[in-house]
């Protein structure tokens, strides 16, 4: 169960766009519906902010949405703010009911 | 308040056990599968095993299969880790997590292990 591929970092001015990748396999991300999007700060725990590849929690902004093209799943911050400075981690089924995260993305607001 | 709170993280040294517990309020805690997570100092997450909502199927990681094991006490809302043979690389915070649509959607605060001599 390796990781998913995410890139170590993205950044982006307030108020612009920022895009993560999450990079897998036909056997998890481009295999299942199943891929979801987490937020963490500093010292705190991760929060959902994308389930079932698009869908968004109640309370999440809707400046965070995802996507997926075949084995890579997407999330895009629009209008970045200063609080969306964290890491950010995809998460997803890889069959025989075992799941995997990503290796982690730092998002900077510059 | 719905939430997860876990304990009994510590300083364990090399081979020892350690069992964590997870108490869940707030909620319907035996409708949820439930989900233990982990993160090492200046590392990523690591998903180790999901418990069907009454306790009846575990899953694993094959890195924790064999050593770890996740149980459940529905009558008192506790979810469970019991970590054996422990090594140096087990050393994270590990995090409790309701399991439903695929995703991890509550999390607690996580309860940190250090194994060390």
């Known amino acids: 169960q390796s990781a998913l591929t995410q890139p170590p970092s993205a950044s982006g001015s307030p108020g612009q766009s920022v895009t993560i990748s999450c990079i897998g396999t036909?056997?998890?991300?481009?295999?299942?519906?199943?891929v979801s999007w987490y937020q963490q700060h500093p010292g705190k725990a991760p929060k959902l902010m994308i389930y079932e590849v698009t869908q968004r929690p109640s309370g999440v902004p809707d400046r965070f949405s995802g996507s997926k093209s075949g084995n890579t799943a997407s999330l895009t911050v629009s209008g970045l703010q200063a609080e969306d400075e964290a890491d950010y981690y995809c998460?997803?089924?890889?069959?025989?009911?075992?799941?995997?995260f990503g290796s982690g993305t730092k998002v900077t607001v510059l | 308040e719905i939430q997860l709170v876990e304990s009994g993280g510590g300083l364990v040294q090399p081979g020892e056990s350690l069992t964590l517990s997870c108490v869940a309020s707030?909620?319907?805690?035996?409708?949820?599968?439930m989900t233990w997570v982990r993160q090492a100092p200046g590392k990523g997450l690591q998903w180790l095993a999901n418990?069907?909502?009454?306790?009846?199927?575990?899953y694993y990681a094959d890195s924790v299969k064999g050593r770890f094991t996740i149980s459940r006490d529905n009558a008192k809302n506790l979810l469970y880790l019991q970590m054996n043979s422990l090594r140096a690389e087990d050393t994270a915070v590990y995090f409790c997590?309701?399991?439903?649509?695929?995703?991890?959607?509550?999390w607690g605060q996580g309860t940190l292990v250090t194994v060390s001599s």
């Open positions: 997590a309701s399991h439903t649509r695929g995703a991890t959607d509550l």
């Open positions: 418990i069907k909502h009454d306790g009846s199927a575990e």
């Open positions: 036909s056997s998890d991300v481009g295999g299942y519906k199943y």
């Open positions: 998460f997803s089924y890889a069959g025989n009911y075992n799941y995997v």
């Open positions: 707030g909620f319907s805690f035996s409708d949820y599968w």
